[in-house]
């Protein structure tokens, strides 16, 4: 009996300091008082500062409404621009908390890289831009191309599959930064620029003369893009995970950042949990009652984001197509708040 009742406190006591090695992260967040966000060097509609150092767009919004979740306040972020080769490395040392900034959900990420996926704030696939002069319509026609690309990134890794497996030749220039890589394809040292294609909306922008250029029809791999946290602290990457769902579901709800506290008083068995009126949902993360509040006060739904960013109210003008809500002939699906 007594060794039974000394091996269960043991075990008891390796399973609370298990918890207490691992739910760290935000705690570190909370003495620290802010969050570090791993962001792109300047992806307009995914993350890109303004003059004034202002960061906005779709990955960035996932900071802020974490921001908001953790200290009912979007603002309290260190914004961390990493190249696409850095990224991973900020995410293992702990220089950011997490990483939000357009990159894929793959299998060696989750394992080698030691991240932990969170969600897809973006599903996306990897295309071509061509100059229009150069009058190609299909990548199938690209044989004997040499193709600018970002190095570190799946682009890259597409690109090689793509060519080889269409038995063409093609002629690689890597580059660590985006700009350098639009800049070197813009003066003619390649024939092509590939990357998410929502990159390429993004980084249409920066051309000097956009129309002189062609998107290809070709879409040649999947980009699910979103948040990622490092490996080992489960409570921080529920907190991340839920907080993407959080906003997919309030579009789902019709939750608007206009209507918060109107719907909040909403007597739905669904909307008094989802608002923490009845149970302690929030609380269950680490978080507090009205965390769902706090998340669409600060940056709206899912639908709201995507429109302000990258959809029709912003300049990339992007469709929702698959990212639409699974009820609305879209993929956007978030497990159930309760
Ligand atoms: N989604 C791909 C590509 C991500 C990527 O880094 N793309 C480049 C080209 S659009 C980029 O975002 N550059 C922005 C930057 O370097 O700041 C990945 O995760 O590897």
Redesign the pocket.
Known sequence: MKRVSLVFTLALAAAFSAEAATAQTLKTIKDRGLLSCG?????PG??SPDDKGNWTGLDVDICRAISAAVFNDPTKIKFV????KD?FTALQSGEIDVLS????W?LS?DTSLGASSTGVTYY?G?GFMVKKSLKVNSALELNSASVC??T??????NLADYFKGNNMKYEVIAF????E??KAYESGRCDVFT??V???Y??RLKLANAADHVVLPEVISK?P?GPMVRHGDDQWFDIVKWTLFAMITAEELGITQKNVDEMAKSTKPEMKRVFGVDGNLGEQLGLTKDWVTRIVKAVGNYGESFDRNVGAGSRLGIARGINALWNKGGIQYAPPIR
Do not use: H
């Open positions: 962001v792109s060097q300047g992806l995914f993350s621009p990493l190249s696409a990224r900034r357009n990159t894929t793959t990420r996306d990897q690309v970002q570190g990134t799946t682009t890259e890794q660590g930064t985006n700009d890589a639009i990357t998410d929502s990159g390429l993004a980084d980009e893009l």
